[in-house]
């Protein structure tokens, strides 16, 4: 396909060409073409692309590939000839902030993806939904795993594995092993634990799946902060939102794990629901959309966790932060992630929180809201493209550190604290990368 993409004209009529011809089974809804249409090829998305930036190809570009799934819609290409484009892209939204006409890009892609998935076949996506149905779920395989590798860890295995150079045998694994996060001393958090005053207002903390595992103790920090601020906190049974299902266009995972989520977070019946990882809180506040209602009591949940669920940080924004303890001598400098800016439209709570912290100063930096380049599992899927993004955040970041003497990164997403945590090791720039709520419990905390 060449990089140069014709805008086209679209048909009179805005009804599916397989809805009667039948060429493609379809797998949930297609996009509707007068979404697609809404497009006025202005470009005003480019800059805001890291894919596009990244390789100057229109083919990698929001217009360029609502040109593709348009022609996949019109049955004109094949699955091979757009697939390669879609999964490149970041699913980052930045073209929807950017956008003067209002695209919904991102929910364009997604039902784009769900309906190419059933014709994807062999390992990969086997192993994919492997994970997404039965690991990611299972609270003891999840944890068996995060042992595993806490073992190779802590147990010099990696050291010696290192030592020996055996990675250099397998480039892509040596990459993939680059990005593990270092496993920490887990405290379990079980469903039914209660935390902070008892006539505080009550609000269900989302646990999830990876992020107990790689970020423990960010659960920790959220319940520290949340309990000086006066609410009452509760701990669900575990479940998997289905985020990273949802971003692979296995919709039929997301449906499920979504429904078990919804009746996991409203159980306690909280005033709020919080959610400290964004990737996760983006999903989820797309359920309404994601999910179909089978029944009335369906449909009032979905409309209850609509009204309810919250970024952490949004919830703390609503009223001044209680008094700290102590001071936090600390320069600053916040990355917005993806699917806390642009998706959730969470963009100023972060950093007037943080700025309400004694000791904190707080250091511009530059497009804090572009792409890191981590995305999900982007970053394992796609190591090239995904460095070369990092590798353009990571010049933003070194400035900020040897200009502004920012001394912590901060990100409210565990993906972005796993790829800027690779960028600043391999930089070996003198900064932590840390969680706003662990920023935040540093002052409350009496240790």
Same mark, same amino acid.
């Given at each position: 396909? !060449? ?10 009529? *805005? ?97 784009? &993806? ?10 990969? #996506?086997?192993?994919? &939904? ?11 395989? +999840? ?11 802590? !147990? ?6 290192? &030592? +020996? ?40 903390? +989302? ?21 000086? %601020?006066?609410? #009452? ?16 266009? @296995? ?30 809180? !983006?999903?989820?506040? @797309? ?7 089978? !029944? ?17 940080? =949004? ?40 700025? /309400? ?34 590798? =353009?955040?990571?010049? *933003? ?15 409210? %997403? ?17 900064? /932590?990368? +840390? ?13």
């Amino acid at each position: 396909m !060449s990089d140069s993409i014709t805008p086209h004209n679209p048909p009179s009529s *805005h009804t599916h060409p397989m809805a009667s011809s039948g060429c493609k089974p379809l797998h949930g809804n297609l996009p509707q073409l007068d979404g697609l249409d809404i497009c006025i090829h202005c470009g005003m998305c480019l800059p805001a692309c890291p894919t596009y930036l990244a390789t100057g190809s229109e083919a990698e570009s929001p217009r360029g590939r609502l040109y593709l799934m348009k022609k996949w819609i019109q049955d004109e290409l094949e699955e091979s000839e757009i697939k390669p484009h879609l999964d490149q892209c970041l699913a980052c939204h930045s073209c929807e902030t950017a956008c003067p006409s209002g695209v919904q890009y991102g929910r364009l892609l997604m039902e784009t &993806r769900a309906s190419m998935a059933p014709h994807r076949k062999g390992f990969a #996506r086997s192993l994919k &939904r492997f994970i997404f149905n039965h690991i990611l779920p299972n609270d003891a395989l +999840l944890r068996v795993s995060g042992f595993l590798l806490w073992l190779y860890q802590r !147990s010099g295995i990696q050291a010696l594995v290192h &030592r +020996l150079g055996l990675l250099k045998v397998i480039p892509a694994l040596a990459t993939q092993e680059a990005l593990l996060p270092k496993i920490p001393n887990n405290k379990a958090l079980k469903a039914g634990m209660t935390f902070g005053p008892a006539n505080g207002s009550p609000v269900t903390l +989302l646990i999830g799946c990876v992020m107990d595992v790689f970020y423990n103790p960010i659960h920790w920090d959220t319940i520290t902060v949340l309990a000086a %601020n006066g609410y #009452r906190v509760s701990i669900p049974e575990r479940t998997c939102c289905g985020a990273l299902a949802h971003h692979a266009g @296995e919709i039929d995972i997301t449906e499920r794990l979504g429904w078990q989520t919804v009746e996991a977070l409203l159980a306690p019946k909280p005033d709020w629901v919080v959610i400290n990882s964004a990737g996760c809180g !983006s999903s989820i506040k @797309e359920y309404s959309h994601l999910l179909k209602p089978q !029944s009335e009591e369906q449909s009032r949940q979905l409309a209850e966790l609509s009204e309810k669920v919250l970024d952490v940080t =949004e919830l703390l924004a609503k009223k001044p932060l209680a008094p700290f303890h102590h001071a936090v001598p600390m320069k600053v400098a916040y990355h917005a992630a993806c699917h806390l800016y642009h998706v959730q439209k969470v963009q100023k709570q972060p950093t007037e929180l943080l700025a /309400q912290v004694p000791g904190i100063e707080l250091v511009p930096l530059e497009s804090a809201d572009m792409c890191c380049g981590s995305a999900g599992i982007y970053n394992l899927e796609h190591p090239d493209l995904s460095e070369e993004i990092l590798a =353009e955040k990571m010049q *933003h970041v070194r400035q900020a550190c040897t200009v502004g003497q920012a001394n912590v990164l901060t990100t409210g %997403n565990p993906g972005c604290l796993l790829q800027l945590t690779h960028g600043v090791e391999s930089a070996k720039l003198d900064m /932590q990368v +840390l969680h706003p709520i662990s920023i935040l419990a540093k002052g409350y905390k009496q240790t």
